[in-house]
């Protein structure tokens, strides 16, 4: 095995920066930076050495080494972390000291492979690792917290391990009894499988909420000109993000920014008004405008509520998904708001009065946003499947085992019965990692930074 380098910390100027070695060349290459071949710091002990360029007496830093030998490290493998100051340039050439001296660059989650590949977790938990990193809100980060501390195994144990027992008895069936399995041993088995298909549907069914907390909604205001939907977008976000004047036409592109709604991370897009322009900026905001609604989970068309429907109104609430799209009646504080001349059964979306000037139905607006994605309460949700690919997993395995469910039931012989088992067991031994395929590992494994 190869030693491996990478910074641990982001790009970019900061107080400390990190480099980090992984291999069994870790502590020697750190001998050989600090010119001293007999430092050996105690484990996990942090010492401050001078760093120096390979083959002169100059110093290129002063930095913290911290070593971690095998197996009791991240990876565990013989690993050195060095905290230099955060500075890109110094950064770069302890890292070109280590290239030079036998190291590699690593790749993405090399580091963590390796930790999957000593044991140190399973993979459900070192995906875990990259979904707290990425986590943009704090139910995000604690459900990370919760897969990385092992929740997700512990209730797909259980599953596993009633699944086992199920296909020990079949086996034991076709290896050492002549006659089929009794009717009765047949409905227990079937009732243990059916109790199994439940458990499986119902942490799947969560999915629904986990994947809201790890990915988040797309939503974009979209109207024609000087509606209020720039207004309706800073007081969302409680901030004067978007530039809001009375002159038509003043927001010319998209503009984004991530808010919280419920835990649930949310990235708002103001985009240009929808209206027939000879101006060529302002009709390149306009094809932007088509994207980004194109783009969107959700659309919050803004309505002037004060004025009778233009032909630009129309066009844009035609692009709107009934029983998902949100239609905001903006100025309702205008004495001339009068949602009676404008039917709400002219809208097929959902309708809501607000007032971007008074904030009245601003909190109806949120709870909006949510409401077509189903009830969002992160702070007391239980725990939650947030990975498409644990779902994917969960449902597959779920369908084998009714598959072989219904062949018990109709009286197949055991090796049909087990085909679907196993399959199914193949399948949630691939969440954890025990039947994984180097492929998909390596597809996996692309999505972490380098570094981790």
């Known amino acids: 095995?190869?030693?491996?380098?990478?910074?641990?910390?982001?790009?970019?100027?900061?107080?400390?920066?990190?480099?980090?070695?992984?291999?069994?060349?870790?502590?020697?290459?750190?001998?050989?930076?600090?010119?001293?071949?007999?430092?050996?710091?105690?484990?996990?002990?942090?010492?401050?050495?001078?760093?120096?360029?390979?083959?002169?007496?100059?110093?290129?830093?002063?930095?913290?080494?911290?070593?971690?030998?095998?197996?009791?490290?991240?990876?565990?493998?013989?690993?050195?972390?060095?905290?230099?100051?955060?500075?890109?340039?110094?950064?770069?050439?302890?890292?070109?000291?280590?290239?030079?001296?036998?190291?590699?660059?690593?790749?993405?989650?090399?580091?963590?492979?390796?930790?999957?590949?000593?044991?140190?977790?399973?993979?459900?938990?070192?995906?875990?690792i990259r979904d707290l990193i990425n986590a943009q809100t704090d139910a995000a980060a604690q459900q990370a917290l919760r897969q990385l501390m092992g929740e997700l195994s512990a209730r797909l144990e259980g599953s596993q391990q009633r699944l086992i027992h199920t296909i020990v008895q079949l086996e034991s069936a076709i290896e050492f009894v002549e006659d089929d399995l009794p009717q009765l041993r047949r409905q227990e088995i079937a009732e243990e499988l059916k109790d199994v298909a439940t458990d499986l549907s119902r942490l799947a069914s969560t999915f629904e909420l986990g994947h809201l907390l790890r990915d988040g909604l797309k939503v974009t205001f979209a109207g024609r000109p000087n509606v209020g939907k720039s207004s309706l977008f800073n007081m969302l976000l409680a901030s004067e993000r978007a530039i809001v004047t009375e002159i038509p036409g003043t927001t010319r592109d998209t503009i984004t920014e991530r808010i919280s709604l419920n835990g649930v991370p949310v990235v708002l897009t103001d985009t240009a008004g929808v209206r027939e322009s000879t101006d060529r900026?302002?009709?390149?905001?306009?094809?932007?405008?088509?994207?980004?609604?194109?783009?969107?989970?959700?659309?919050?068309?803004?309505?002037?509520?004060?004025?009778?429907?233009?032909?630009?109104?129309?066009?844009?609430?035609?692009?709107?998904?009934?029983?998902?799209d949100i239609?905001?009646?903006?100025?309702?504080?205008?004495?001339?708001?009068?949602?009676?001349?404008?039917?709400?059964?002219?809208?097929?979306?959902?309708?809501?009065?607000?007032?971007?000037?008074?904030?009245?139905?601003?909190?109806?607006?949120?709870?909006?946003?949510?409401?077509?994605?189903?009830?969002?309460?992160?702070?007391?949700?239980?725990?939650l499947i947030t990975d498409a690919r644990h779902y994917d997993l969960l449902v597959r395995t779920r369908v084998e085992i009714q598959s072989s469910l219904e062949l018990l039931q109709g009286g197949a012989s055991e090796e049909l019965v087990l085909v679907g088992l196993h399959n199914g067991l193949g399948f949630l031994g691939q969440i954890t990692g025990e039947t994984t395929t180097d492929e998909i590992l390596t597809e996996i494994f692309a999505t972490f930074c380098i570094g981790k």
Do not use: W
């Open 327 to 383: 239609v905001a009646l903006n100025k309702s504080d205008v004495p001339s708001f009068d949602i009676l001349e404008r039917s709400r059964s002219s809208f097929e979306a959902r309708t809501i009065n607000v007032s971007a000037v008074t904030g009245v139905g601003l909190e109806t607006l949120r709870a909006a946003i949510l409401g077509p994605f189903g009830s969002v309460d992160a702070s007391s949700a239980g725990f």
């Open 1 to 128: 095995m190869d030693t491996i380098v990478a910074l641990g910390t982001p790009a970019g100027r900061s107080a400390i920066g990190v480099v980090r070695l992984s291999g069994p060349a870790s502590l020697s290459i750190a001998r050989s930076i600090v010119g001293d071949s007999n430092f050996r710091p105690g484990p996990s002990q942090s010492v401050l050495k001078s760093i120096r360029s390979n083959g002169s007496s100059s110093i290129l830093d002063r930095a913290l080494l911290t070593f971690f030998p095998a197996p009791n490290s991240y990876t565990g493998e013989d690993v050195v972390e060095i905290s230099c100051h955060g500075s890109p340039v110094i950064l770069r050439q302890v890292v070109d000291l280590t290239l030079a001296l036998g190291a590699r660059l690593a790749g993405p989650g090399e580091f963590t492979l390796r930790a999957l590949g000593n044991k140190k977790f399973n993979l459900s938990q070192a995906e875990a």
């Open 281 to 324: 900026i302002e009709k390149m905001g306009v094809e932007r405008t088509q994207q980004a609604m194109a783009d969107a989970d959700l659309l919050v068309i803004v309505i002037d509520g004060s004025e009778d429907l233009r032909p630009e109104d129309l066009r844009v609430l035609s692009q709107a998904r009934p029983g998902r």
